[in-house]
């Protein structure tokens, strides 16, 4: 039998992330939310994208609350479109997520919560870095066909790290055993069988999801 999912109405507000800095967010919280995820997306992609929002969707139905941000201002995002620099810009990436962590914290009734990261492609790597800037607040990071390998404080996290790597994605899982076997704390890696670096393929990217639900389940409480 199959449950269908209900889906759970997003707030869509601005955050400040530094000085002058304000971003765009989608905010959903579920009826008994157990945690907060703040998503980190990757290389010119956005609170809009459909993988990410497939995730989020899973994880509200895990009760869990959701935090989807433009990390680049509608202005850089522009000029990142035709530079592609901002994207591969990890120690900005890591500045603004270390940012929304601070704000999210005394943010309504999510405050309270466990936060937890979940990030893709080159997001991994802020998202690491920012988990080692705020270890007493990031209980557990989540990775899909992530760079974790461009992360430059990786030795110093200590959030429960899972690496989730598609099996037809043979370049990007060699650079995530590499990194996981810098982490210290407590990790692991989950290899998705048949998908590629995209998630792409039938299946997947629900697979990538209910992985992610399943370690946010254990370690943010």
């Known amino acids: 039998m199959v449950t269908e999912t209900v889906a759970v109405p997003s707030l869509t507000i601005r955050v400040p992330a530094g000085h002058r800095i304000w971003l765009h967010a989608d905010v959903a919280t579920p009826p008994g939310a157990k945690g907060t995820v703040l998503f980190v997306h990757g290389s010119g992609s956005s609170r809009r994208s459909p993988r990410n929002r497939l995730v989020a969707a899973a994880l509200n139905a895990a009760q869990f609350a959701t935090v989807l941000v433009d990390l680049l201002t509608p ?30 914290v005394s943010y309504d009734l999510i405050g309270t919560l466990p936060v937890g990261l979940f990030a893709a492609s080159t997001g991994a790597a802020a998202a690491l870095d920012a988990a080692a800037a705020r270890p007493e607040v990031v209980r557990a990071v989540v990775s899909r066909g992530g760079r974790p390998d461009l992360a430059t404080h990786i030795e110093a996290v200590t959030s429960a790290a899972l690496f989730i790597v598609g099996g037809n994605d043979p ?51």
């Open 75 to 104: 202005v850089e995002e522009r000029l990142d479109a035709q530079t592609t620099s901002l994207r591969l810009d990890i120690p900005l990436l890591t500045g603004r997520v270390v940012h929304l962590i601070d704000w999210l």
């Open 171 to 221: 370049a990007v899982l060699e650079l995530n055993e590499k990194a996981l076997r810098q982490l210290n704390g407590i990790k692991q890696l989950e290899i998705v069988p048949g998908a590629t670096h995209l998630f792409d393929e039938p299946g997947t990217l629900e697979r990538a999801a209910s992985l992610a639900a399943g370690w946010f389940a254990k370690y943010l409480r």
